[in-house]
């Protein structure tokens, strides 16, 4: 397995808060080396993983968690709505993919949000045993000149 830093954030499942991960996942990925678009990407997916939680895990407050592996050739962002903190293995040995037919109540009110995520990253694994665990998948990529002088993302 690739070395990797792995950062955690704890917050009220509160919209007010929406703001401050975004910020974090935007100097994150900036950091990296990240595209513009990929980090406006980023910032959308996880405002909506956050969104969702806000709107739909709890009754009267709780706690939103995110981690992000920083690995070299890729960023993780975990969104969990049970508050506890992360143990990477025991969640990456219990999650599975997210799939557009899979009926989306099983996960949450309001699949747009899932549907939106899928859209925006390129790989999104679902684990919702006890809580919501979505853990979202961006690749690095070299932005570079294609041979055929078209710009592409390699």
């Excluded at 070395?3 to 990925?29: H, N, Q």
């Excluded at 049970?82 to 219990?94: P, V």
Aim: proline share 1%; net charge negative.
């Amino acid at each position: 397995m690739n070395a990797f830093d792995f950062i955690e954030m704890k917050f009220p499942a509160k919209a007010d808060y929406v703001g401050v991960a975004r910020l974090t996942i935007s100097g994150i990925a900036n950091r990296m080396g990240f595209s513009y678009e990929d980090i406006e990407d980023l910032k959308v997916a996880v405002s909506e993983a956050i969104s969702n939680v806000v709107a739909h895990a709890y009754d009267d407050g709780g706690e939103v968690t995110i981690g992000f592996g920083v690995y070299e050739d890729r960023l993780e962002i975990m969104v969990a709505d049970h508050g506890g903190s992360f143990n990477l293995n025991d969640i990456k040995g219990e999650i599975g993919p997210y799939k557009q037919t899979e009926a989306v109540e099983s996960l949450r009110e309001g699949g747009f949000g899932l549907f939106l995520i899928n859209t925006l990253m390129d790989k999104v694994e679902i684990n919702n045993g006890y809580g919501v665990i979505v853990l979202m998948t961006k690749f690095l990529r070299e932005t570079g000149v294609g041979l055929e002088g078209q710009i592409s993302n390699t």
